[in-house]
């Protein structure tokens, strides 16, 4: 088997993102996609099965992990604001006391937008 790497010049692979919305109802590069201060393709397809509308993207220059998460955490949002009209966001205000024992669950919710499954 063959392993190929990506070099830092090439373009990261595609993310891709559900949205409850016909394509018609979606811009070319909706926010907050188009305010990450970085380059963004993007492309917008009908979701298989009439379930929507795909929005997938991926960063132009190459794989920076920072400007990868940004991205990720953009496409979420993206998702939120066409769905429901806002970024929401869980347990805000905190329902929880900070803690030493309450911290890890608070640092997994600040970023538990940017890694995992889209």
Known sequence: MVVRRRRAHEP???HTVTVNRSPGQLDPLPP???ALGFPVEARIQPAPGDRGT???ARVV???DPERVRRLRAGLREARSIAE???VLVPD???ATKPTLRSAPL???IKHGREEGRL
């Open 92 to 94: 805000a205000p905190a």
């Open 12 to 14: 990261d692979r595609w």
């Open 61 to 63: 220059s190459g794989s």
């Open 54 to 56: 795909e929005l997938a």
């Open 32 to 34: 907050p996609l188009n």
């Open 106 to 108: 608070a640092y997994a």
């Open 84 to 86: 429901v009209g806002e």
